[in-house]
C-alpha cells in the first residue's frame, strides 16, 4: 500500500528534524536513492537536490579523485544516473546554496539531461525557491523532437551530432518538459549555387519552403504517443 505525502507529513517532519549534521556530504549515494525511490511513483516525478556542500564520501565524491579519470569517472556516474532518471519519466532539480561549493557543473549536467531547473540561491529564499520548482508539473516525459527540413533549407548553428548525413533531419532528446518548455533551432536557405546543382529541384516552380517537426513523447498515463505538426 503506498500512502500519499500527506498521509505521512507528521512522521517525515519528526525523522527530518531529529537529524543532525556531522560533517560529510553523502551526495552520490543520496541522489542515487532519491532517484531510486522516485521511479517507484507516479510518472512524472520529481526530485530536488538542495546542497551546500561538495560530496565528499561514498559514490560521487569528489574529494577522493586524484586524477583526470577518476574525475572523469565521476561525472560519468551523476551523467548515468540522469539518463537513468529520464529514462523512468523523472525530472531532477538542483538547488545550491550561494557561497558553498558544490561542483554545480557536474551536478548540472542531471538537471540539463532530465529537463530539471538549476538555482543558486542565498538560504533565505529557499522557501520561494521550492515553491517555484514545484508549480510546474510535468506534463510529458522521453519526449524526442525530429525536425525534417525542405531538401532547399538547411540547419544553422546546430550540433553535428544531431543532423543526419544529408543535413536536413535534426533529432533532439529533450526528456521530461512542463507548459512552458521551450525549443527552438535555427535554418536559412542553402546557397542559390547549391540548389541550382540539385537535378530535382525546380528553382522556378519553387513557391514553398515546407518543414516538419515530429513529436514523440510518453504521456503521464504510460502511453507514447506521436504529434506531427507541417509547415
Known amino acids: 500500500m503506498k500512502l500519499r505525502v500527506a498521509d505521512s507529513a507528521k512522521a517525515l517532519q ?6 543532525e549534521e556531522t560533517g560529510p556530504t553523502a ?3 543520496a541522489v542515487a536513492t532519491a532517484i531510486a525511490m522516485a521511479a517507484e511513483g507516479a510518472q512524472g516525478s520529481q526530485v530536488v537536490i538542495c546542497t551546500d556542500g561538495l560530496a565528499n564520501v561514498g559514490l560521487g565524491a569528489f ?5 583526470d579519470e577518476e574525475l572523469a569517472a565521476i561525472e560519468k556516474f551523476y551523467r548515468d544516473l540522469g539518463e537513468y532518471a529520464k529514462e523512468v519519466g523523472l525530472t531532477i532539480n538542483v538547488i545550491s546554496i550561494a557561497g558553498d561549493e558544490c561542483n ?5 549536467k542531471l538537471a540539463e539531461v532530465t529537463g530539471g531547473e538549476v538555482e543558486r540561491v542565498n538560504p533565505v529564499e529557499l ?6 520548482i514545484l508549480s510546474q508539473p510535468i506534463i510529458a516525459s522521453n519526449v524526442q523532437c525530429k525536425i525534417k527540413l525542405h531538401k532547399g533549407l538547411t540547419f544553422r548553428n546546430e550540433d553535428p551530432d544531431r543532423l543526419s548525413e544529408d543535413l536536413s533531419l535534426m533529432t533532439r532528446e529533450i526528456g521530461n518538459v512542463t507548459v512552458d518548455t521551450e525549443i527552438t533551432f535555427e535554418y536559412t536557405m542553402k546557397k542559390i549555387s547549391e540548389l541550382a546543382k540539385m537535378q530535382d529541384l525546380d528553382l522556378n516552380q519553387i ?4 518543414f516538419q517537426v515530429q513529436i514523440t513523447y510518453k504521456a503521464l498515463d504510460g502511453n507514447k504517443c506521436i504529434r506531427v505538426i507541417t509547415e
Open 14 to 19: 519528526d525523522k527530518l528534524l531529529s537529524m
Open 27 to 29: 551526495l552520490g549515494p
Open 63 to 67: 574529494d577522493e579523485a586524484k586524477t
Open 104 to 108: 554545480l557543473d557536474a551536478l548540472a
Open 127 to 132: 522557501t520561494s525557491n521550492f515553491a517555484n
Open 207 to 210: 513557391k514553398h519552403f515546407p
